[in-house]
């Protein structure tokens, strides 16, 4: 266990630095509805858009990033609505685009690399924000949320999408990957064993996954976004 400095603060949702039943009520199920219809129409404007602008191929528009990941983010941002995944904090804007950085990571690891899926700046990408990582964060003793707030999560009531608690979540769960990453930088003589975020993300996902059946509640939002 790594020691880091001092806790972020002034949030409920706190970084410590240390390393390492959906609803059946009809008011449920209407918001369900509502975001499933959500998501129908982003499908169908994505491809009208698609067919418009890229030829109906979604591998042209990885081509016309030129082998740039931040660069098939912005076209994937520019071209697809649905994945601009934005909010205001606090009279601040925050960009966490959770959809567009994991469709540039998919590609980068189911290529391998290679191919459609080679990124020269792929370390650009950051972890992608949902709600798997921050209980693996919790339970590792990296996050902590304040007492409210667990026990808004472990109740299972829903966070307001867009609001200060959820934002704290995906936010402060970006940071606190890139923390741990720059904790093994200073630590790893070798700075090739570093992974890049998307890599640490995908293992504390899966070790999340693993645990799922006895971890705590991850927090509920209804939202397109992830």
């Given amino acids: 266990m790594v020691a880091l400095a001092h806790p972020v603060q002034r949030s409920r949702c706190v970084l410590h630095h240390r390393l390492f039943r959906p609803t059946t009520s009809p008011a449920g199920l209407r918001r369900a509805q509502g ?3 959500d998501g129908v129409t982003q499908v169908t404007s994505s491809g009208a858009l698609s067919t418009r602008t890229l030829g109906g191929r979604g591998s042209e528009m990885v081509r ?11 076209l994937i941002l520019a071209h ?5 995944d934005a909010c205001v904090y606090r009279g601040r804007q925050v960009f966490l685009y959770k959809r567009a950085q ?5 590609l980068y690891g189911s290529f391998r690399g ?7 700046d792929v370390g650009k990408l950051t972890m992608f924000a949902d709600y798997r990582v921050p209980v693996t ?11 409210d707030l667990a026990r808004r999560v472990r109740a299972r009531e829903e966070i307001a999408s867009g609001s200060e608690e959820e934002v704290e979540i995906r936010a402060l769960t970006v940071h606190a990957v890139e923390v741990i990453l720059e904790e093994m930088r200073e630590a790893f003589e070798d700075k090739a064993l570093v992974p890049k975020s998307i890599e640490l993300d995908w293992f504390l996902w899966r070790e999340g ?7 705590d509640p991850h927090h509920r939002a209804l939202t397109v976004f992830y």
């Fill in 114 to 120: 290679q191919g459609l899926g080679a990124f020269r």
């Fill in 64 to 74: 016309r990033a030129g082998g740039s990941a931040s660069e098939l983010v912005r």
């Fill in 102 to 106: 994991i469709l540039v990571g998919d």
């Fill in 80 to 84: 697809l609505p649905g994945f601009r």
């Fill in 209 to 215: 996954e693993n645990r799922r059946e006895v971890s």
């Fill in 35 to 37: 975001r499933a219809e």
């Fill in 137 to 147: 964060l919790l339970e590792l003793g990296v996050l902590e949320y304040d007492a």
